[in-house]
């Protein structure tokens, strides 16, 4: 590839990197400053010292937290180029010599970090557009009632394109997020010829002086302030998208100073007058581009929630991959781009809980003491993880990578206690519904271990039988089923021979493995193995991020000597009918809540792309 060529793929991905990456920050002047000097929960006080003291605290925490730890630190703890909580996680359980402990800390830390995300995921749209709608208020109070049903209006529509996928819109995302930060920018530039003294708070001074006059009050401080950083997590999660290098190049190049001078221009507005803090973003603009502020910001927060919902179903199917996730519907929406996926259940899931949220908070004011929990939340447990990966798979001693992960485990825990304050006023939200996802996610994988060790206490080894089948009747075609691992006889097969008196004349044991890395290479993806009796063993390997289409991987199979016809071949599954116990290993209501998820999971026979028409499925009954 020439350089040319290597540039403008690297300006194309940096662009692209704009519109789904940095919508979620890129917003965060919509509402932070106002929320720091004029939110309901302890507001701090207009004085210059104050609003250089916190716009010094902003320009810091940007630095060390978005620049240093996750733009030039965490991007490097990359799973084959993926990214994210569910990918560190992986990442994380690789090293052999982790213990179980360790293992199952590492897990909840995960499975926990992800239900955040979800948190992230409802609260980001429901504030996000508040805010951006609320600027109608500032042209004239007459808009006021029309707020809350313009705000639900752009949801439910969000919301309902969903499943026509972001291909064609996402054309649009980068230039439309251009034009945005330029826009911040250019507005905080003319604030600050104004007031050119604002610059001062460039120096941390500025930050420990507040803190030292303002002890109290600095550390409640924290609880608004880190609303500047929502969406750092969306530069580590998008990584695979993109690659390090345009993420940092669009951070360092147009995103970090378009938002540091807006958030400067904001507080020049703020020195110069005070009142300006009923809505000091949209004040920064001249009368005359009120509206079409208003309509960019709603575009800018449509493109922000939409990254956040895109990172919703990757999770889910990420999840579903890992085994702590029951198969739901995916549908592809981009013949392109792998990626690209909708999933119905999670999306209406989302919209009942944003207009939830939307109905129940009314403001973005009210809403922003809910979000810093789930954001500070997730970014402490991805240092937890990334520490991890750090001492293990890179091999650091324990004092460097404990003493590298120490500060940003400090700003990380300083920032959650400050929100942990607002539990009572809205924080409350992102923890319920945390542990939620987290009961459901950890309920699923330890119902699914105990039935496979249901399933494993009578099975019998596929050698043993075959060595036994003398006798049996074989009819004419192949049958392949599916089994968690062949070198022993799935159920349904006996269940078959019980019933028909008759096996095929081909049999294929096949089972699904997932690894822990985001795409199995071409060359790992099948280990075919032929044994006596015309009996042969299949394993298919997948990455946690690829969607299985079993049709297409026992296609490859040829290449070993095994050729399917695919009208003369049929599929056998096993369905287990599951009865909770009252003596079971899980709580009788967790018992409960497995079976209503294993009853309403999606179908096997769809979620590995089996042709409905010569797929057969075998009952059993099994006592959790």
Known sequence: MSSTTAQSRLSALSLSALGVVYGDIGTSPLYALKEVFGGAHHPVPITPDNVLGILSLIFWSLMIVVSLKYVTFISRADN????????????????????????????????????????????????SVLSAVEGLEVATPAFTPYILPISLIILIGLFAVQRHGTGTVGNLFGPIMVLWFLTLGILGILSIADNPQVLRAL????????????????????????????????????????GRRPIQLAWFGLVLPALLLNYFGQGALLLRDPEAIANPFYLLAPAWLLYPMVVLASVATVIASQAVISG???????????????????????????????LPAINWTLLLAVLALVIGFGSSSNLAAAYGIAVTGTMFITNLLAFVVARYLWGWSFWRAFLGAL????????????????????????????????????????GRDLLNERLAADVMETTGFIHGLEGVTRVPGTAVFLTHNPDNLPHALLHSLKHYKALHQRV???????????????????????????????????????????????????????????????FFLGRETLIPHLKSDMWSWRAKIFVAMFRNGGSAASFFGLPANRVVELGTQVVL
Not at 515 to 533: F, K, M, Q, S, W
């Open 508 to 570: 294929v044991l096949v089972s699904v493995n997932i690894l822990d890395i985001p795409r199995a290479e071409p060359n790992r993806r099948l280990a075919v193995v032929r044994l006596p009796g015309d009996f042969w063993q299949v394993r298919v390997f997948y990455g946690f991020m690829e969607q299985p289409n079993l049709p297409d991987a026992l296609a490859g199979c040829a290449d070993s000597g095994l050729r399917f016809d695919p009208m003369d071949t049929s």
């Open 407 to 446: 500060p940003f485990a400090f700003i990380d825990l300083a920032f959650f206690s400050a929100n942990s304050v607002k539990i009572a006023d809205g924080g409350w939200f992102p923890l319920i519904f945390g542990l939620g996802v987290y009961l459901l996610l950890s309920t699923w994988k330890r």
């Open 203 to 242: 120096g941390p001074w500025h930050a420990f002086a507040f803190f030292e006059d303002n002890p109290i009050l600095g550390f409640f401080s924290l609880g608004a302030s880190v609303l500047a950083l929502t969406g750092a997590e969306a530069l580590y999660a998008d990584m695979g998208h993109f």
């Open 312 to 342: 919703a179903f990757s999770i889910t199917q990420q999840a579903m991959q890992l085994g702590f996730s029951p198969r739901m519907e995916i549908s592809h929406t981009s013949d392109q781009q792998i990626g690209q996926i909708y």
């Open 80 to 127: 084959r180029g993926e990214g994210g909580i569910m990918a560190l996680m992986a990442l994380a359980l690789r090293p052999a010599e982790l213990g179980s402990t360790q293992r199952r800390i590492i897990v909840i830390l995960g499975l926990f970090g992800a239900a955040l995300f979800y948190g992230d995921g409802v609260i980001t749209p429901a504030i």
